[in-house]
C-alpha cells in the first residue's frame, strides 16, 4: 500500500503533485470537470490493529480533505490529511485521469516514478540520520 | 448578536418539527397531535404489495433514524424481507442498518395485523431497558374518545382512546408490551389523516368501563 | 416610583476575553507564529492532537497559541472543532508494523532483529539549561542542518525498506513468552464518542479511552500500580516512533486508498505472569499495548501499562481489588482531562443557590448538636428506624 | 486553514445526526421516568462540566420558532447564562425571553422558575452527577444493577443514618425521589425547595448530564416524592418570616448577597433576594416600579 502511486502521490510535496495533476490533463482534449463534493475539511475514523490481540480500536481522527468529483463522467476520489484543498482536488483529477485513457497515461506512469525515486530517497536520508544512533553490540 | 448557522434543509425542519409532536404526545399519552404534511418525500403508497402506504407513519418512524440505528417493516402480520424494495427506499433515505426484528430499535408496522409482532422486538433489560424497540403502527382512525382508558405517568387521571379499527386481541399485543415494566415496547399509533398518540410503556390500558 | 437595577453579566465577559488577549500580548514582544510552534514544540503539539483525539498539526499549533500553553485547553478546543467537522469514513486498519521507524528500542533483550536505534531521544541527555537556545541564531539553525547534512552523508542507506522493522512480540510469540490471543469481540470497534461507555466495556472501547486521556493521569495510574498500588512488573517489549502511512477504501473500486502519513508512538508493554491463569494451559507473560499521535513516550507507556493491569485484572475477575489502576471503570472515567478540568472549573461558576441550601442544612445540624447537648437522652427518628 | 474561515455551522451546533442520538434517547428517559438513560455526548465549545448535557438537549429539540429562557441560579443574568445564551442564539438565532411565561423552552441550572410552568412548556435542567446512589455505591456497574432490581435499602440507611447523626439529612440540593414509584433519582443540583415542584408538574422536565453522559426526564404528571420518613418528613429551605428585601416576597427561595449602601459612611449590608431574578423583577413592576435600561 504504501509504494502503491496513491502512497507515493498522497506523501509526495504537494506543489510537485498539483503541478503534476495540471500538466496530465491538460493532455486530454476537452476535459470536463464537475465537482460533486469538496473540496471539503472532514475527519476520518483512524482505526489500529494493535498487537496483543489484534484488537481493532479507534485511535483517534484525522484531519483529512477531500474532493470528489466526476472527470468526463469519470468518478475521482481524493482525500488527504491535512486542511489542503488544492492537493485534495489534483488527487481527484488524477484518480480518474488513471481510469481514463490517453497519451496522459504514460505521462503519469513516468511522472509518478520519478515521485517514487524522490521519495524513496527522502526516507534513505531520514533513516541513514536515525541509523547512525543505532547502539553497536559486540557479535561473538 | 452575529449568527453563525446555515439555514436548515426541509428534511432537517421536517425532523425537529415531526420530532417535538413525538416528544409531546409521548409525554401525555393519549393526547393527540396532528403529524407535518410528508408530501415532499414522496412516499409511494404501493411500497409494499397489497398494503396501503401510511406515508405519516412511515416518515415519523424515519425522522429517528440514521447509520446509527436500525429499522425493520412489517406488513400483514409478517416481517418485510431484508432485501424487499420497501427496506431498500428507506435504507437509501436513513442510512438505517438492517439488523434482525429482535435486534432492531425501530418497527414500522403497516397495519394493526402486524401488531401480532411486537412480542419478537427487543424488551430491553432489567439493567438496560433504553435497549429496546419502538414502534409504529398504522392504524384507521384515532380519537379522544372510545374503547380505551389510560392511565400512568403523563396523565392527570385518565384519558381515553379511540382506535375505530383495533381488534382487543391486536390490542392485546400492545397491553402485553407493558407487562413488565420497566421491559417494554413503546408504541406510536399513526392514522390515515397524521393523527398520531404515543404509548409509553409506561402506560396502563384497559378497555374503559363506560364502553 | 423607584428603579430596578439593571445586572448583566455580558460586558464583564466580553471584557474578560479582552483581557486574556491583553494578557498575551501586554509586552508587545513578537507575536509566536503557527509553524514555529508546530514546528518547534513538537511534544506540545503532540500532545493537545493525543488529547484531543484530532490529529492535525496546524490546529494544535492554533489551539497551543490560544490557549498560550495549556495542553488540557488545547486540546480541549480540538476536541469542541471535532464536533463541527463530519466523519466520512473509518480508516482501513493500520498497524504498527508498518511505521517507518525513527527510533526503536527494546528493554527485554539486549540487541534484536534489526538493532536498537536511539533516533531522537532525549533519554540520555543531561539534563542541564543550555543556555546556548537563550539565543539561537538563523545562523545556528544553518549550523544544525548542516551537522545534520554531514551525519547522513556518513550513513548513508540505500535498502529500499529503510526504516521498516519487525515486531519484537512477533518473536516472543514465535518463542511461547506470550499467548497468542485473539480477541473474539468481532469486527467492528466501540466508538466512545459516539456511544456512551457503560461497563463492562469491551478491549477497543479501553484502548479508544486511554489514548485519548490525559497523560500526566495515565502517568500516575501505571506509576501507582508499579509502586505499590498494584502488582505490575512491567518490562518494555517494543517502543517505536515514526511515521505510519493512513489508507481509506476508495468509494468507487473499494482499493485501499494512501492519503499520507502521521507520526505515532507504539508500545508493547510485558509483564510478569504470576500465576496461570485458569483458562491458560501454561504460564506466560502479559501483554499491554500503547498507541499515541505525536511523539509522546510516557504516555504510550503509560497506556500499555494500564492496558496489560487491566486485561489481567479482567482475566481474573478482579475489579481494583489489585489496586485503583485495575479498576477499568474507575481508570477510564476519570482518566479524560478535558471532562476531568471542565467539571473541577465548573465550580468557578455561581453556587449561591445551592450554597444556600447548604446553609440551611448546616444550620440544622447546628441546632441538632446544641439540643443534644441540653437533652443528652432525646430519642431521635425511632419511626425511622421502623421504617427500615 | 480556509475551512476554518468558511465553516458555517449547523442550525443547533451539533451535527444532525447527533441530535437525533438524543432526540432517540430522550424518549426512551420519558418513556422510563426518572430512569438514566446513556448517550453518546458530544464535545461543545464550553466545558464538561458547563452545562453541556443540558445544551445538547436544547439543541437537539430547539425550533427556529422557539422562544428561549435561559437561567443560571434563577438569573438571567448571571455570567454563565449569557455565556450559554450566547453560543444558543448564535447557532439558532431564535429569540429569547426573561419572562418565564413567553419562553417555549426554558434552559436551567440549580433552579426551577418561581411561576408555574404550563403544559406547553419544556423544562431543560443542566446536570452535574447524575446518580444518587453514588453516595453509597460509587461503582457505576453496580449501580445500575442496584436500578436494574429496584434495590434500594442501602439509600435508606444512608438516609437514616443522616437524620441519626445530623438531625436532618444531610443532602442539600441534588435531594434523591423515587419517581413514579419506580426509580430512585437525583434532581440535579436544585435545591429542596424545588423538589416537590416536579411533583405531578404540568411541564416536561428533562434532565441532561453532559460529562457523564446520561439523560433522564421526568413527564408531567408524575409523581416525584423525596425519601423521608414518616417521622422525618422532608423539609425545604423555607424558613419562619423569610423575605425578599427588594419585592417583598416571602414564597421564594432566597440567597444571600451584598449591597453597598448609597450616600452614606455605611459599608453596606447583607441581605437577602429572590434568587429567581425575572420573578422578582415583574413582582417590582407590579408594585409600581420601572426598569432601568441597560
Given at each position: 500500500m504504501r509504494d502503491s502511486v496513491t502512497g507515493i502521490l498522497s506523501r509526495s510535496p504537494s506543489t510537485t503533485v498539483c503541478a503534476l495533476a495540471a500538466q496530465a490533463l491538460s493532455m486530454v482534449s476537452d476535459p470536463s470537470v464537475v465537482v460533486l463534493s469538496g473540496p471539503k475539511v472532514a475527519m476520518v475514523q483512524l482505526r489500529i490493529q494493535e498487537s496483543v490481540a489484534d484488537t481493532v480500536f479507534n485511535g483517534g481522527e484525522v484531519l483529512v480533505t477531500e474532493t470528489r468529483l466526476e472527470l468526463n463522467g469519470v468518478f475521482g476520489f481524493g482525500m488527504v490529511i491535512g486542511d489542503q484543498p488544492e492537493y485534495a482536488t489534483a488527487l481527484a483529477v488524477l484518480d480518474a485521469l488513471g481510469r481514463i485513457d490517453g497519451p496522459h497515461r504514460a505521462y503519469m506512469t513516468d511522472a509518478v516514478a520519478d515521485l517514487a525515486r524522490a521519495l524513496t530517497t527522502k526516507h534513505q536520508r531520514e533513516f541513514a540520520a536515525s541509523n547512525s544512533t543505532k547502539v553497536a553490540f559486540d557479535t561473538f | 448578536m452575529n449568527t453563525a448557522f446555515r439555514t436548515p434543509t426541509a428534511y432537517e425542519v421536517f425532523c425537529t418539527t415531526t420530532y417535538r409532536l413525538l416528544l409531546d404526545c409521548l409525554s401525555r399519552p393519549g393526547t393527540i397531535v396532528q403529524l407535518p404534511s410528508v408530501?415532499?418525500?414522496?412516499?409511494?403508497?404501493?411500497?409494499?404489495?397489497g398494503s396501503t402506504t401510511n406515508p405519516f407513519c412511515l416518515a415519523a418512524c424515519m425522522s429517528l433514524v440514521d447509520q446509527e440505528t436500525s429499522m425493520v417493516l412489517a406488513a400483514a402480520g409478517g416481517w418485510v424481507a431484508e432485501h424487499h424494495p420497501a427496506a431498500a427506499w428507506v435504507h437509501l433515505r436513513t442510512n438505517a442498518r438492517r439488523s434482525a426484528a429482535s435486534e432492531s430499535a425501530f418497527a414500522c408496522l403497516w397495519d394493526v395485523a402486524s401488531l401480532a409482532l411486537l412480542p419478537s422486538l427487543s424488551h430491553g433489560s432489567l439493567t438496560f431497558p433504553e435497549r429496546s424497540a419502538t414502534a409504529f403502527c398504522a392504524v384507521d382512525v384515532l380519537s379522544e374518545s372510545g374503547t380505551w382508558e389510560l392511565s400512568g405517568p403523563g396523565i392527570q387521571t385518565t384519558t381515553a382512546l379511540g382506535i375505530s379499527n383495533v381488534t382487543s386481541e391486536q390490542m392485546g399485543y400492545i397491553q402485553a408490551s407493558r407487562s413488565s415494566f420497566p421491559l417494554g415496547v413503546d408504541v406510536f399509533l399513526v392514522d390515515a389523516t397524521g393523527k398520531c398518540v404515543g404509548l409509553p410503556r409506561s402506560t396502563r390500558i384497559v378497555r374503559s368501563r363506560t364502553s | 416610583m423607584g428603579y430596578i437595577a439593571a445586572r448583566g453579566g455580558t460586558q464583564a465577559i466580553l471584557n474578560a476575553e479582552l483581557l486574556v488577549e491583553y494578557m498575551r500580548l501586554h509586552a508587545a514582544s513578537d507575536p509566536i507564529g503557527i509553524d514555529q510552534i508546530r514546528d518547534q514544540m513538537r511534544a506540545a503539539v503532540g500532545r493537545a492532537m493525543n488529547e484531543g483525539a484530532l490529529y492535525a498539526p496546524n490546529l494544535a499549533a492554533l489551539a497551543l497559541k490560544q490557549s498560550e500553553g495549556d495542553s488540557i485547553d488545547a486540546s480541549f478546543l480540538l476536541r469542541a472543532y471535532r464536533?463541527?467537522?463530519?466523519?466520512v469514513m473509518p480508516t482501513i486498519p493500520a498497524r504498527g508494523v508498518d511505521i517507518r521507524c525513527q527510533r526503536r528500542i527494546s528493554a527485554s533483550f539486549k540487541d534484536i532483529p534489526g538493532g536498537q536505534m536511539l533516533g531522537p531521544s532525549t533519554d540520555y541527555q543531561i539534563r542541564m539549561l543550555n543556555t546556548l537556545l537563550m539565543h539561537e541564531s538563523t545562523a545556528d539553525v544553518q549550523r544544525i542542518l548542516a551537522e545534520y547534512d554531514a551525519l547522513i552523508a556518513q550513513h548513508a542507506d540505500t535498502d529500499e525498506r529503510a526504516g521498516y522493522f519487525p515486531k519484537v512480540v512477533d518473536y516472543m510469540r514465535a518463542e511461547q513468552m506470550v499467548p497468542f490471543v485473539r480477541d473474539d469481540e468481532g469486527a467492528e470497534p466501540f466508538d466512545i464518542t459516539r456511544t456512551a461507555l457503560t461497563f463492562p466495556c469491551p478491549r477497543s472501547a479501553r484502548l479508544q479511552s486511554l489514548a485519548q486521556a490525559d497523560t500526566g493521569c495515565l502517568l500516575t495510574y501505571a506509576y501507582s500500580s508499579v509502586r505499590g498500588y498494584g502488582d505490575a512488573h512491567p518490562t518494555l517489549a517494543e517502543l517505536r516512533f515514526g511515521a505510519l502511512a493512513i489508507a481509506v477504501t476508495h468509494p468507487l473500486t473499494g482499493e485501499p486508498v494512501c492519503i499520507g502519513e502521521i507520526v505515532v508512538t507504539e508500545c508493547e508493554i510485558v509483564s510478569k505472569a504470576h500465576s496461570v491463569a485458569h483458562n491458560q494451559e501454561r504460564p506466560y507473560f502479559q501483554l499491554g499495548y500503547g498507541f499515541t499521535f505525536g511523539h509522546s513516550e510516557v504516555k504510550a507507556m503509560s497506556m500499555g501499562i494500564l492496558d496489560s493491569v487491566l486485561s489481567q485484572a479482567k482475566r481474573n475477575g478482579l475489579s481494583g481489588e489489585s489496586g485503583p489502576a485495575a479498576n477499568e471503570e474507575f481508570v477510564l472515567l476519570h482518566s479524560d482531562g478535558i471532562e476531568a478540568s471542565g467539571f473541577t472549573a465548573h465550580y468557578k461558576l455561581p453556587h449561591y443557590v445551592t450554597f444556600e441550601a447548604d446553609l440551611k442544612v448546616l444550620e440544622r445540624a447546628v441546632d441538632h448538636v446544641e439540643s443534644d447537648a441540653l437533652n443528652p437522652h432525646a430519642a431521635h427518628a425511632t419511626t425511622a428506624k421502623e421504617r427500615l | 486553514m480556509t475551512e476554518q474561515h468558511t465553516n458555517i455551522y449547523n442550525f443547533g451546533f451539533i451535527d444532525e445526526d447527533s441530535k437525533r442520538e438524543v432526540r432517540r434517547q430522550l424518549l426512551k428517559a420519558v418513556a422510563l421516568p426518572g430512569h438514566q438513560v446513556p448517550f453518546a455526548s458530544r464535545d461543545l465549545p464550553i466545558g464538561r462540566g458547563w452545562g453541556t448535557g443540558g445544551l445538547q438537549i436544547t439543541m437537539a429539540i430547539i425550533a427556529a420558532s422557539d422562544t428561549l429562557k435561559v437561567i443560571d441560579q434563577g438569573d438571567d443574568e448571571s455570567v454563565n447564562a449569557v455565556n450559554l445564551r450566547r453560543l444558543l442564539t448564535r447557532t439558532t438565532g431564535v429569540s429569547t425571553t426573561v419572562d418565564t411565561q413567553a419562553a417555549t423552552i426554558i434552559q436551567t441550572r440549580h433552579r426551577i422558575p418561581e411561576e408555574q410552568m404550563r403544559e406547553d412548556q419544556i423544562l431543560v435542567l443542566q446536570v452535574p452527577m447524575v446518580d444518587p446512589l453514588r453516595w453509597v455505591e460509587p461503582n457505576l456497574e453496580r449501580a445500575t444493577v442496584m436500578h436494574g432490581e429496584a434495590d434500594y435499602g442501602r439509600m435508606w440507611v444512608y438516609m437514616y443514618e443522616s437524620v441519626i447523626k445530623a438531625g436532618d439529612i444531610r443532602i442539600a440540593t441534588q435531594y434523591p425521589v423515587i419517581v413514579a414509584g419506580r426509580y430512585m433519582m437525583d434532581t440535579t443540583p436544585i435545591p429542596r425547595w424545588d423538589v416537590l415542584r416536579l411533583h405531578n408538574a404540568d411541564h416536561l422536565s428533562l434532565f441532561g448530564a453532559g460529562r457523564e453522559k446520561r439523560v433522564y426526564a421526568v413527564p408531567p404528571y408524575t409523581t416525584v416524592e423525596p425519601l423521608e420518613f414518616e417521622d422525618f418528613r422532608f423539609k425545604t429551605e423555607y424558613a419562619e418570616g423569610q423575605r425578599c428585601h427588594r419585592c417583598g416576597a416571602t414564597n421564594t427561595f432566597l440567597t444571600g448577597h451584598f449591597v453597598k449602601s448609597t450616600g452614606t459612611d455605611e459599608p453596606g449590608h447583607w441581605v437577602t433576594s429572590c434568587s429567581d431574578a425575572s420573578y422578582c423583577d415583574k413582582q417590582m413592576v407590579a408594585q409600581g416600579w420601572t426598569e432601568a435600561q441597560e
Amino acid at each position: 500500500m504504501r509504494d502503491s502511486v496513491t502512497g507515493i502521490l498522497s506523501r509526495s510535496p504537494s506543489t510537485t503533485v498539483c503541478a503534476l495533476a495540471a500538466q496530465a490533463l491538460s493532455m486530454v482534449s476537452d476535459p470536463s470537470v464537475v465537482v460533486l463534493s469538496g473540496p471539503k475539511v472532514a475527519m476520518v475514523q483512524l482505526r489500529i490493529q494493535e498487537s496483543v490481540a489484534d484488537t481493532v480500536f479507534n485511535g483517534g481522527e484525522v484531519l483529512v480533505t477531500e474532493t470528489r468529483l466526476e472527470l468526463n463522467g469519470v468518478f475521482g476520489f481524493g482525500m488527504v490529511i491535512g486542511d489542503q484543498p488544492e492537493y485534495a482536488t489534483a488527487l481527484a483529477v488524477l484518480d480518474a485521469l488513471g481510469r481514463i485513457d490517453g497519451p496522459h497515461r504514460a505521462y503519469m506512469t513516468d511522472a509518478v516514478a520519478d515521485l517514487a525515486r524522490a521519495l524513496t530517497t527522502k526516507h534513505q536520508r531520514e533513516f541513514a540520520a536515525s541509523n547512525s544512533t543505532k547502539v553497536a553490540f559486540d557479535t561473538f | 448578536m452575529n449568527t453563525a448557522f446555515r439555514t436548515p434543509t426541509a428534511y432537517e425542519v421536517f425532523c425537529t418539527t415531526t420530532y417535538r409532536l413525538l416528544l409531546d404526545c409521548l409525554s401525555r399519552p393519549g393526547t393527540i397531535v396532528q403529524l407535518p404534511s410528508v408530501e415532499f418525500l414522496a412516499v409511494p403508497t404501493d411500497l409494499i404489495a397489497g398494503s396501503t402506504t401510511n406515508p405519516f407513519c412511515l416518515a415519523a418512524c424515519m425522522s429517528l433514524v440514521d447509520q446509527e440505528t436500525s429499522m425493520v417493516l412489517a406488513a400483514a402480520g409478517g416481517w418485510v424481507a431484508e432485501h424487499h424494495p420497501a427496506a431498500a427506499w428507506v435504507h437509501l433515505r436513513t442510512n438505517a442498518r438492517r439488523s434482525a426484528a429482535s435486534e432492531s430499535a425501530f418497527a414500522c408496522l403497516w397495519d394493526v395485523a402486524s401488531l401480532a409482532l411486537l412480542p419478537s422486538l427487543s424488551h430491553g433489560s432489567l439493567t438496560f431497558p433504553e435497549r429496546s424497540a419502538t414502534a409504529f403502527c398504522a392504524v384507521d382512525v384515532l380519537s379522544e374518545s372510545g374503547t380505551w382508558e389510560l392511565s400512568g405517568p403523563g396523565i392527570q387521571t385518565t384519558t381515553a382512546l379511540g382506535i375505530s379499527n383495533v381488534t382487543s386481541e391486536q390490542m392485546g399485543y400492545i397491553q402485553a408490551s407493558r407487562s413488565s415494566f420497566p421491559l417494554g415496547v413503546d408504541v406510536f399509533l399513526v392514522d390515515a389523516t397524521g393523527k398520531c398518540v404515543g404509548l409509553p410503556r409506561s402506560t396502563r390500558i384497559v378497555r374503559s368501563r363506560t364502553s | 416610583m423607584g428603579y430596578i437595577a439593571a445586572r448583566g453579566g455580558t460586558q464583564a465577559i466580553l471584557n474578560a476575553e479582552l483581557l486574556v488577549e491583553y494578557m498575551r500580548l501586554h509586552a508587545a514582544s513578537d507575536p509566536i507564529g503557527i509553524d514555529q510552534i508546530r514546528d518547534q514544540m513538537r511534544a506540545a503539539v503532540g500532545r493537545a492532537m493525543n488529547e484531543g483525539a484530532l490529529y492535525a498539526p496546524n490546529l494544535a499549533a492554533l489551539a497551543l497559541k490560544q490557549s498560550e500553553g495549556d495542553s488540557i485547553d488545547a486540546s480541549f478546543l480540538l476536541r469542541a472543532y471535532r464536533s463541527t467537522l463530519q466523519r466520512v469514513m473509518p480508516t482501513i486498519p493500520a498497524r504498527g508494523v508498518d511505521i517507518r521507524c525513527q527510533r526503536r528500542i527494546s528493554a527485554s533483550f539486549k540487541d534484536i532483529p534489526g538493532g536498537q536505534m536511539l533516533g531522537p531521544s532525549t533519554d540520555y541527555q543531561i539534563r542541564m539549561l543550555n543556555t546556548l537556545l537563550m539565543h539561537e541564531s538563523t545562523a545556528d539553525v544553518q549550523r544544525i542542518l548542516a551537522e545534520y547534512d554531514a551525519l547522513i552523508a556518513q550513513h548513508a542507506d540505500t535498502d529500499e525498506r529503510a526504516g521498516y522493522f519487525p515486531k519484537v512480540v512477533d518473536y516472543m510469540r514465535a518463542e511461547q513468552m506470550v499467548p497468542f490471543v485473539r480477541d473474539d469481540e468481532g469486527a467492528e470497534p466501540f466508538d466512545i464518542t459516539r456511544t456512551a461507555l457503560t461497563f463492562p466495556c469491551p478491549r477497543s472501547a479501553r484502548l479508544q479511552s486511554l489514548a485519548q486521556a490525559d497523560t500526566g493521569c495515565l502517568l500516575t495510574y501505571a506509576y501507582s500500580s508499579v509502586r505499590g498500588y498494584g502488582d505490575a512488573h512491567p518490562t518494555l517489549a517494543e517502543l517505536r516512533f515514526g511515521a505510519l502511512a493512513i489508507a481509506v477504501t476508495h468509494p468507487l473500486t473499494g482499493e485501499p486508498v494512501c492519503i499520507g502519513e502521521i507520526v505515532v508512538t507504539e508500545c508493547e508493554i510485558v509483564s510478569k505472569a504470576h500465576s496461570v491463569a485458569h483458562n491458560q494451559e501454561r504460564p506466560y507473560f502479559q501483554l499491554g499495548y500503547g498507541f499515541t499521535f505525536g511523539h509522546s513516550e510516557v504516555k504510550a507507556m503509560s497506556m500499555g501499562i494500564l492496558d496489560s493491569v487491566l486485561s489481567q485484572a479482567k482475566r481474573n475477575g478482579l475489579s481494583g481489588e489489585s489496586g485503583p489502576a485495575a479498576n477499568e471503570e474507575f481508570v477510564l472515567l476519570h482518566s479524560d482531562g478535558i471532562e476531568a478540568s471542565g467539571f473541577t472549573a465548573h465550580y468557578k461558576l455561581p453556587h449561591y443557590v445551592t450554597f444556600e441550601a447548604d446553609l440551611k442544612v448546616l444550620e440544622r445540624a447546628v441546632d441538632h448538636v446544641e439540643s443534644d447537648a441540653l437533652n443528652p437522652h432525646a430519642a431521635h427518628a425511632t419511626t425511622a428506624k421502623e421504617r427500615l | 486553514m480556509t475551512e476554518q474561515h468558511t465553516n458555517i455551522y449547523n442550525f443547533g451546533f451539533i451535527d444532525e445526526d447527533s441530535k437525533r442520538e438524543v432526540r432517540r434517547q430522550l424518549l426512551k428517559a420519558v418513556a422510563l421516568p426518572g430512569h438514566q438513560v446513556p448517550f453518546a455526548s458530544r464535545d461543545l465549545p464550553i466545558g464538561r462540566g458547563w452545562g453541556t448535557g443540558g445544551l445538547q438537549i436544547t439543541m437537539a429539540i430547539i425550533a427556529a420558532s422557539d422562544t428561549l429562557k435561559v437561567i443560571d441560579q434563577g438569573d438571567d443574568e448571571s455570567v454563565n447564562a449569557v455565556n450559554l445564551r450566547r453560543l444558543l442564539t448564535r447557532t439558532t438565532g431564535v429569540s429569547t425571553t426573561v419572562d418565564t411565561q413567553a419562553a417555549t423552552i426554558i434552559q436551567t441550572r440549580h433552579r426551577i422558575p418561581e411561576e408555574q410552568m404550563r403544559e406547553d412548556q419544556i423544562l431543560v435542567l443542566q446536570v452535574p452527577m447524575v446518580d444518587p446512589l453514588r453516595w453509597v455505591e460509587p461503582n457505576l456497574e453496580r449501580a445500575t444493577v442496584m436500578h436494574g432490581e429496584a434495590d434500594y435499602g442501602r439509600m435508606w440507611v444512608y438516609m437514616y443514618e443522616s437524620v441519626i447523626k445530623a438531625g436532618d439529612i444531610r443532602i442539600a440540593t441534588q435531594y434523591p425521589v423515587i419517581v413514579a414509584g419506580r426509580y430512585m433519582m437525583d434532581t440535579t443540583p436544585i435545591p429542596r425547595w424545588d423538589v416537590l415542584r416536579l411533583h405531578n408538574a404540568d411541564h416536561l422536565s428533562l434532565f441532561g448530564a453532559g460529562r457523564e453522559k446520561r439523560v433522564y426526564a421526568v413527564p408531567p404528571y408524575t409523581t416525584v416524592e423525596p425519601l423521608e420518613f414518616e417521622d422525618f418528613r422532608f423539609k425545604t429551605e423555607y424558613a419562619e418570616g423569610q423575605r425578599c428585601h427588594r419585592c417583598g416576597a416571602t414564597n421564594t427561595f432566597l440567597t444571600g448577597h451584598f449591597v453597598k449602601s448609597t450616600g452614606t459612611d455605611e459599608p453596606g449590608h447583607w441581605v437577602t433576594s429572590c434568587s429567581d431574578a425575572s420573578y422578582c423583577d415583574k413582582q417590582m413592576v407590579a408594585q409600581g416600579w420601572t426598569e432601568a435600561q441597560e
